[in-house]
C-alpha cells in the first residue's frame, strides 16, 4: 500500500510568524516604490505607477527624464554631452564638487583614449590635447587628481590586453556606471532630495541587522529571502516589451545592483 502523502501545514520558524504579524501599511509600501522609481530615474514607470496607485501629487516626470538622459549619456561614452546637459540643468553641481568634474573629465579622457588607441598607429594627438587643456591644470590642486591622471595616461603606452587590474578597470564600462551613479546622487542632492532611494537605505539596514542578529547568535532561519530577485526578472520582462526610456537604461547596463 502506497504512502499517503503529508497534508500537514508545513512548521514555521517563530521569525517567521513575526514576520507574518507585521503589516505595512499598503500607503507606506506605495511611498517606498514611488521614491524608489523617482530616485533612480524610471520616469514611464513612476507615471503609470503613480496612476495606478493614485499617488499625489504625481512625479515630475521632465526632471526626471532629465537625470536619465545625463546617464544614459555616460553609460554610452559620451562624457561631453553628459557635461554639457549637466551644467544646463544646473552648473553649480560641477562647479561646487570638484572630485565629480574632475572624474567626468578623466572619464572623457579614458573614452578618447579607447577612441584612439582601437586601430593600430592611432593618433594619440586629441587625447594628449585634452588631458593638457582639461585635466592637467587641475592636476596640482590634489594629490588623487595628479595619480589618477598619471595612471591614465599610462593607457597609451601600455598593450590594452596586458592591462594591471588597476588600468583594465579605466576601460571596464562599470567605470562608467559609478560615475553615472554619482552624478545621479548630485543632481538629486542639488534638488534637495535625497541621494539614494529609501527602499535602497532600508535593504541594507536589514542587511546589518541581520548581520547583528546572527552575531549575537540570535534565534533566525538559515537563509532570509529578500525576495527581490524574482521581481527583477518580471520587471526586465514587462520593460524589454513597453519600448520606454526606462527599458533603454537597463539595456545599457544600469541594473540597480540592489536586486543584481
Not at 169 to 190: F, H, M, T, Y
Amino acid at each position: 500500500m502506497s504512502p499517503t502523502p503529508s497534508t500537514s501545514t508545513p512548521t514555521w520558524h517563530s521569525f517567521d510568524k513575526k514576520v507574518e504579524e507585521v503589516k505595512p501599511s499598503k500607503t507606506d509600501i506605495n511611498f517606498l516604490v514611488m521614491d524608489y522609481l523617482v530616485a533612480n530615474g524610471y520616469p514611464s514607470a513612476a507615471q503609470k505607477f503613480a496612476v495606478e496607485a493614485n499617488i499625489q501629487p504625481k512625479p515630475d516626470v521632465e526632471s526626471i527624464q532629465e537625470r536619465v538622459d545625463i546617464r544614459n549619456a555616460i553609460h554610452s561614452g559620451n562624457i561631453q554631452s553628459a557635461i554639457e546637459k549637466l551644467n544646463e540643468l544646473n552648473p553649480q553641481i560641477l562647479d561646487s564638487n570638484p572630485s565629480l568634474h574632475f572624474s567626468l573629465l578623466r572619464l572623457q579622457l579614458v573614452e578618447l583614449i579607447r577612441s584612439c588607441t582601437s586601430t593600430p598607429n592611432g593618433d594619440i594627438t586629441p587625447a594628449l590635447d585634452f588631458a593638457t587643456s582639461h585635466l592637467a591644470p587641475r592636476a596640482p590642486t590634489n594629490h588623487q587628481f595628479l595619480e589618477d591622471l598619471e595612471r591614465t595616461l599610462s593607457l597609451l603606452i601600455l598593450p590594452p590586453d596586458n592591462l594591471a587590474p588597476s588600468l583594465a578597470a579605466l576601460l571596464d564600462p562599470e567605470l562608467r556606471k559609478s560615475i553615472a551613479n554619482s552624478v545621479n546622487e548630485a543632481i538629486l542632492q542639488s534638488q534637495g532630495a535625497r541621494r539614494e532611494a529609501r527602499l535602497r537605505n532600508l535593504v541594507k539596514l536589514r542587511s546589518w541587522a541581520e548581520q547583528k542578529a546572527r552575531e549575537a547568535k540570535k534565534d533566525l532561519p538559515a537563509r532570509l529571502e529578500i525576495g527581490l530577485e524574482q521581481d527583477r526578472n518580471n520587471n526586465g520582462q514587462s520593460d524589454s516589451q513597453n519600448g520606454s526610456n526606462d527599458a533603454i537604461m537597463q539595456e545599457q547596463g544600469e541594473v540597480d545592483p540592489m536586486i543584481s
